[in-house]
């Protein structure tokens, strides 16, 4: 089991930059493929990046790749997602979620167990 505490929302201007964290306890965090999802309101949960346990393989969704970065650092027991370029569509709750399979490829939320709080994220045009 593992708990999951994201932060580093905030409010930003289009073309900014973010940089989102997720903070994971428990000794077998790097047993976990991760994955950042986000949802606005009105809106079903999105996929928006995976990485595997041991941060060699990402996948992206095409509205975002080239512009997000998805990496761990499994010594800190975190996962990061470095947004630049920021658009008003980006605009949602960030959410990190857990694969306890350690398959990094799945993007159906439903297949991930554990998943944190949630931090807004709001781009400005």
């Known amino acids: 089991q593992v708990q999951l505490v994201e932060s580093g929302g905030g409010l930003v201007q289009a073309g900014g930059s973010l940089r989102l964290s997720c903070a994971g306890s428990g000794r077998t965090f790097s047993v976990y493929a991760m994955g950042w999802f986000r949802q606005a309101p009105g809106m079903e949960r999105e996929f928006v990046a995976t990485?595997?346990?041991?941060?060699?393989?990402?996948y992206y969704a095409d509205s975002v790749k080239g512009r997000f970065t998805i990496s761990r650092d499994n010594a800190k027991n975190t996962v990061y997602l470095q947004m630049n370029s920021l658009k008003p569509e980006d605009t949602a709750v960030y959410y990190c979620a857990a694969n306890p399979s350690g398959s990094y490829y799945y993007t159906d939320p439903s297949r991930y167990d554990y998943w944190g709080q949630g931090t807004q994220v709001t781009v400005s045009s």
């Open positions: 990485i595997s346990r041991g941060g060699g393989n990402t």
